[in-house]
């Protein structure tokens, strides 16, 4: 049970960054008490009845002490850089400077890694971490609080835009190991950034990464946000992203999740008066893969849109859950929140989970939300088949273009054509030109 | 080319063909007219190799091959060619990704060597002038958006470029109105070679005026049950399918 990862962190306590500040150690008590009592989320909470993690209790995936990363494939690490980034590489939950690239920031523009911000500006830290967790709470968030080892942070003043994207890239080396991460983005005022994280693993290892993100948008800011999971296939990722919006502030979010054996994704945004907030994803799984989708969007103000839309691609055995809730609180009139999920199944044994919520307490919305579940058309497959495409391609330039589809709305040039290798190396396995797209 | 011998077909029990011969030669533009419900969209699948469909008895041959025993991309490969009543629309597809994917199929099929990206271009410039197509629609997905002329117009370009032995219209002028049909007619009369034929599925006799037929064939109850020149599409579109019916009834 989680006394023993208790046990086990106890004595690493020590080594975790912020250890000079009382709020922070606090803060890391409480929510160590909530764990201790909890542990890990399990099946019989609402929230978590499709995404089963206790296996992650027996297998005692342990944080690595030491801060070096002596065998990194430095190489490797280039390959899932973007071109034309900042970027800040944490190597199995520890920032890691000789890899990022951070040179050049604008004036007043802060990237660094947690444990540095604890330093250097332990007040703005202060104001932000937790702020966008108000209203959260599991195993997982407090796990988290309690051990996060490091993690990005990012501070873009009011009025700036940010002219080129920044990159967090989350890498994992070793076998059986942690990476527990807390990164916090904040924006001010009218200021505008576009900001990735890029998850990776060595193939062939297993391994959990516990990531969780706050966002801060300040009035009238705007946040292109793309997460990006291509974890190992023997992976257990759980990462949140939680956005809390102040008025007219805008957030758009991709999430494409292509890796790990088990992954759950938590995408929560909370809308002010006049936001807006728009949510994509694509999850692809095969084997015995099994992903978890979960957004929730409260609209809490007057004048705010959403427009959510996922797509899930399940093939063999894998396992697809899409929880997708938005709630209009009374005062929120005017709201106009959309939701769609469409879902793929291409083998008999592949299985989803779709569960669309709107719970609207006001009364004068335009809401709206749609899941259909389904195989590829067969009228759409004759077709291709008549024209001389043989029938296993034919099928897999469907899968490819409702996936596709999704790739096709990421507005980052670099990362879309990036986004589709992996959606061409992992799925579908055959058929699929590259050259002719 | 194409031999239909007494092809009697099922769709779910219920006999929809009842005996149809139809001899087809290269070069040959053979007109199948016949009031809703007669079987033509029926025949027009069943040559395409659509499943759904029982055959009890009769043969078709192409080129000498059972036809009936060639999966759908084979007879593609072979040269059959359907231009469908209902394109269907492919998100996410482009149709210029699905011209080079069923043009080399069939070439590599033909055992002829890929195109490259820069012949394929200049021919698909080319055949596009002959449907009055923009060459946007290139990069379009297939029929996504397309109004009911655009998808006529992109089934004749997929016939253009994939160069059929046999063409099968299946009321390829239903919905269209008077310039798309020219249009679309132009396209095919283009395409009429010594060695190419086509059988041209409609209710009405209108395309007739446009494309020639050498045949005309009167197809009521899953029957075939009058043959004849031009000439016989201009005394149905003058007396309707009205007394065709009675000739069956009275015969049955």
């Known amino acids: ?437 | 080319m194409l031999k239909i011998e007494n092809l009697h077909v099922r769709v779910d029990d219920k006999p929809i063909l009842k005996g149809i011969t139809l001899h087809v030669k290269p070069g040959e533009v053979h007109a199948i007219m016949g009031p809703n419900g007669s079987g033509k969209s029926t025949l027009s699948h069943i040559l395409a190799g659509r499943d759904g469909y029982e055959v009890t008895s009769g043969t078709v041959t192409y080129q000498g091959k059972n036809l009936l025993e060639m999966p759908p991309e084979e007879r593609a490969r072979e040269g059959v060619f359907l231009a469908f009543q209902y394109p269907v629309e492919i998100p996410g597809v482009s149709n210029v990704y699905l011209l080079k994917a069923a043009l080399n199929a069939v070439r590599k099929h033909r055992g002829l060597p890929e195109l490259d990206a820069i012949d394929f271009l200049k021919m698909i410039k080319q055949k596009i002038k002959l449907v009055e197509m923009d060459e946007k629609f290139l990069y379009r997905a297939v029929n996504e958006g397309f109004s009911g002329g655009e998808k006529k117009r992109n089934e004749i370009l997929q016939m253009a470029v994939l160069e059929p032995k046999l063409c099968i219209l299946d009321e390829t002028d239903s919905g269209l109105d008077i310039d798309a049909l020219k249009v679309v007619s132009d396209g095919v009369n283009s395409l009429r070679s010594a060695d190419r034929s086509f059988i041209l599925v409609t209710h009405y006799q209108r395309l007739l005026d446009y494309i020639k037929p050498d045949h005309v064939h009167v197809l009521a109850q899953g029957r075939i049950v009058k043959s004849g020149d031009a000439s016989l599409a201009l005394e149905l579109e003058e007396r309707g399918y009205g007394w065709i019916d009675q000739t069956v009834s009275v015969a049955a």
């Open chain 1, 1 to 437: 049970m989680n006394a023993q990862y208790i046990e086990r962190y106890e004595s690493l306590v020590d080594a975790l960054p912020g250890q000079h500040l009382p709020w922070l150690n606090a803060l890391r008590q409480l929510a160590l008490g909530s764990f201790a009592a909890s542990g890990f989320p399990s099946p019989r909470e609402e929230e978590w009845k499709y995404t089963n993690v206790t296996a992650l209790e027996k297998k005692l995936f342990q944080p690595l002490v030491s801060a070096v990363s002596e065998s990194v494939d430095t190489a490797w690490v280039e390959t899932h850089k973007l071109a034309d980034t900042w970027s800040l590489v944490l190597v199995d939950g520890r920032f890691n400077a000789e890899l990022s690239e951070l040179a050049d920031l604008p004036a007043n523009v802060v990237v660094t890694n947690i444990s540095e911000a604890l330093q250097q500006h332990p007040e703005q830290v202060k104001n932000l971490l937790g702020s966008a967790l108000t209203h959260e709470s599991h195993g997982f968030l407090a796990f988290n609080t309690a051990y996060f080892s490091d993690g990005a942070f990012i501070a873009i003043p009011a009025g700036l835009v940010l002219d080129k994207p920044v990159q967090i890239l989350h890498v994992s080396t070793h076998s059986e190991a942690l990476a527990n991460t807390r990164s916090l983005v904040g924006l001010g005022a009218n200021a505008q950034a576009k900001l990735i994280e890029t998850f990776v693993g060595v193939a062939g290892l297993s391994y959990l990464t516990a990531a969780v993100s706050e966002i801060c948008l300040a009035e009238n800011a705007g946040l292109e946000h793309y997460k990006v999971q291509v974890e190992s296939e023997k992976a257990y990722h759980f990462g949140g992203v939680y956005a809390s919006q102040a008025d007219s502030s805008r957030f758009i979010q991709h999430n494409l999740s292509f890796g790990g054996l088990l992954a759950r994704h938590e995408i929560h945004a909370e809308l002010t008066k006049g936001c807006d907030c728009e949510l994509n994803g694509l999850f692809l799984a095969k084997g015995r893969q099994h992903v978890d989708s979960h957004t929730l969007i409260h609209h809490t103000e007057p004048y705010g849109t959403s427009r959510e839309t996922y797509r899930g691609v399940l093939a063999d055995r894998a396992r697809g859950v899409f929880q997708g809730r938005i709630v209009v609180h009374p005062k929120a009139q005017k709201t106009s929140a959309e939701m769609n999920n469409r879902n793929l199944l291409l083998s008999e044994d592949a299985e989803i989970d779709a569960k669309p919520q709107l719970e609207i307490l006001a009364d004068d919305v335009k809401c709206s939300h749609g899941v259909a579940v389904g195989q590829l058309d067969p009228e759409s497959v004759f077709y291709l088949v008549s024209r001389g495409v043989d029938t296993e391609t034919a099928k897999n330039m469907l899968t490819f273009a409702f996936a596709n589809e999704m790739v096709e709305k990421i507005g980052l040039d670099s990362l879309r054509g990036r986004v589709q290798e992996h959606l061409l190396d992992l799925f579908p396995q055959t058929g699929i030109r590259r050259d002719w797209l």
